[in-house]
């Protein structure tokens, strides 16, 4: 049988994992049809709850989850939560891996990013290959001793998906961010014609998929073997 390769898949502010894994079911698809790799998403749901009190009221506008107080987050806007959701994933590599690769979205991808920078400091014990990021806040003015502003991270190859009608974040803001972060020599930014999601367009997911491919190996067999 081949190989079922893994990526660890971290869901936004406020949205449940079952959300995240419907967004990745294209890109799911696309991997298996058009590049022979069987992928699973493992999509955990964070620990910590949305904050009853203190919430911003323009975002629990349009947002159910937050209204209704249904939804989890990784770190609240001043980052409280941070260190027990990385010792949370940190316990979730150890139980669930390894994985292939790690996968965010929004929030998500601030966690990846900041796991990214713990794993080129050796301060991350599970390794994986590479980071995708999606719509996502890159917290280095936050935590500078992770993110040297003169050294950017080269440890971890990176690709960014950024959506053209962002909303939530000046998508032009969040490429310089992400290209100051990591080094651009390890770092590609693909911009889709969207907006704060994961893109579901055939291009852009050809794009994503064919990187993801690059860093998952081909299974080689006997079979293979005597058709050459």
């Known amino acids: 049988p081949s190989r079922v390769f893994r990526i660890l898949a971290l869901h936004g502010y406020s949205q449940t994992a079952e959300k995240l894994s419907s967004w990745l079911d294209p890109l799911r698809i696309i991997l298996k049809e058009e590049f022979g790799k069987d992928v699973q998403f493992i999509t955990p749901t964070s620990p910590l709850k949305v904050p009853k009190q203190g919430m911003d009221k323009t975002i629990t506008s349009w947002d159910k989850n937050l209204r209704f107080g249904k939804g989890t987050i990784w770190f609240d806007s001043k980052y409280h939560g941070q260190k027990q959701s990385l010792e949370f994933l940190s316990d979730f590599f150890e139980k669930e891996g390894p994985f292939d690769g790690i996968l965010g979205f929004s929030q998500g991808g601030a966690m990846c990013a900041m796991i990214s920078a713990l794993q080129c400091a050796r301060k991350w014990p599970h390794p994986f290959k590479f980071v995708l990021l999606f719509a ?21 190859p990176t690709l960014h998906c950024l959506g053209d009608k962002e909303t939530t974040f000046d998508p032009d803001a969040l490429e310089l961010l992400t290209l100051t972060a990591f080094s651009p020599k390890c770092t590609k930014i693909v911009r889709f014609p969207g907006s704060h999601r994961i893109p579901n367009d055939l291009p852009t997911l050809r794009i994503i998929a064919k990187w993801i491919d690059g860093f998952l190996p081909f299974r080689f067999s006997l079979f293979a073997f005597y058709l050459y």
């Open 136 to 156: 996502s806040y890159i917290p280095a003015l936050h935590f500078s001793e992770l993110f040297p502003s003169d050294k950017p991270l080269e440890c971890v």
